[in-house]
C-alpha cells in the first residue's frame, strides 16, 4: 500500500482505505478502481491524498470494529472542525454536546480492547484530530478505570477543547513535540478562547488549563504536587501523549505503539496507573502480531501476555522456535524491539500462520 497525493490521483487506481461524507456515509469502498469523476468529487474533500493498493496487493483484513472506528474518526472531524472554529472565533458551538455523547457511547464502557489505528493528518487538520484521539483515549482510559459517566463526560469535552488555542497560530503543528514558545503560545491563547466562550463548566475550563500546564512544564520547571495527583489532568496528558508519538504525520514517520507505550512507562512524569489503564484497554502486542525481535529476527506473537504486553509467546520465523518472554532465561537474551508495519501504520497479521501454530 502507498501513500499518493491527490494530485497525483489517476484512473485505474484501487483504494486501500474507505472514504466517508461528513455524516458517514459511505462513498467509496476499499478496493475500488478510481475514475476520472471520482477524483474530480475526492479533490473536493480537501485531502492529502490517498492509501493506494498496489497492483497485485490483496485488501488488507479490517475488523468490524476497526471500520467502525476509521467511520467515526472520519465523521467526527467533520463535526470538530466546525464547533472548534466556532469557538474559536467567539461564537456558540453547533453540536459539541452531542459529539461527546457519541464519543462515550462508542468508547467509554468498552467490554473488550479495540485496535487504535491512526489516520494521516497535516498541518490544516492536525488540531481537530488530534483533539478528536485525545477524547476516544480519555473515554476508553476513562471506562477502564471505572469513572462516572459524569467524569468522563468532563474528561471528553476537555479533551476536545484543551488544544483549541493552536488554531490561533499563523502556522499549525504538524509534528509529535512543538518547541517550549508554540506550547506556551498555545495556553495562552486556550485560556483566552475558553474563558470568552462563557458556555463551560468551571471544572472543564480547569482541567483543559491543567493539561497545557502539564504539557508546558515538561520542558522545565516544578509541576505542583496538586497537579501530580489530578487522575483526570493525567488521563488528558497520558492521552495526548499517546496520540501525539503515534500520529500519522506527512513529514516523518510516527512512533510505533511498542515504543510509545514503552516511552510512557518510563518516564515518571506520567501517572502509571493512568498508562496501565490504556495498556489495558488497547491492542499492542495480540496474537497475530508480527515483530522484530532484538536477536535480529522476525517472529509472530502466538499468545499475548495478561501481566505484562511485553512478554508475550513468540513463534521465530528463522527456525520455528517459540519463545516464552516471560521466562527468565529466554528474555536474557531475545526481547522485542518493535513491531513490523504496513504502509497505512496497520499491524501486519498473520492469521494463517497464527491458527497453525495455535492448534499445534
Known sequence: MIF????????????????????????????????MQAIYGIKNFNLMGL?????????????????????????????????????????????????????????????????????????EDFVYKHVLNVAILSAIIGGQM????????????????HDIGALRLAELPDNEEEDPQTKEAIKK???????????????????????????????????PEAL?????????????AYDRMTAMKSQEEPTSEVKAVRRLLEDEKYDQKVVNSLIKAINILYPGVCVELTNGEKGLVITEN????????????????????????VKEDVQIADVMKTMD??????????????NN
Not at 465523521?75 to 474559536?88: K, Y
Not at 501530580?228 to 495526548?240: M, T
Open 4 to 35: 499518493v497525493k491527490v494530485d497525483d490521483l489517476k484512473p485505474g487506481m484501487r483504494l486501500g482505505k474507505p472514504i466517508y461524507n461528513k455524516n458517514g456515509v459511505l462513498l467509496y469502498e476499499r478496493d475500488t478502481k478510481l475514475t
Open 51 to 123: 492509501y493506494i493498493l498496489e497492483p497485485a496487493e490483496p485488501v488488507p483484513p479490517m475488523t468490524e470494529d476497526d471500520i467502525n472506528f476509521e467511520r467515526f474518526q472520519t465523521m467526527a472531524v467533520f463535526s470538530i472542525r466546525e464547533d472548534l472554529d466556532l469557538i474559536a472565533s467567539g461564537k456558540k458551538d453547533k453540536g459539541l454536546d452531542w459529539l461527546c455523547s457519541l464519543v462515550i457511547k462508542n468508547y467509554g464502557d468498552l467490554n473488550r480492547k479495540i485496535n487504535f489505528v491512526q489516520s494521516l493528518r497535516s498541518s
Open 146 to 161: 471505572g469513572l462516572s459517566l459524569g467524569r468522563i463526560n468532563m474528561l471528553v469535552k476537555a479533551a476536545i477543547l
Open 189 to 223: 491563547n486556550t485560556d483566552e478562547i475558553l474563558k470568552q466562550y462563557g458556555e463551560l463548566d468551571e471544572e472543564i475550563l480547569q482541567l483543559a488549563e491543567q493539561v497545557q500546564e502539564l504539557y508546558t512544564r515538561e520542558d522545565g520547571g516544578d509541576i
Open 228 to 240: 501530580k495527583s489530578n487522575v483526570n489532568a493525567n488521563i488528558l496528558y497520558v492521552a495526548d
Open 306 to 329: 495478561e501481566d505484562n504486553i511485553f512478554e508475550p509467546m513468540v513463534l521465530d520465523f528463522h527456525d520455528n522456535q517459540l519463545y516464552d518472554l516471560s521466562l527468565p532465561r
Open 345 to 358: 501504520n496497520r499491524i501486519k497479521l498473520d492469521p494463517a500462520l497464527l491458527e497453525e501454530y495455535s
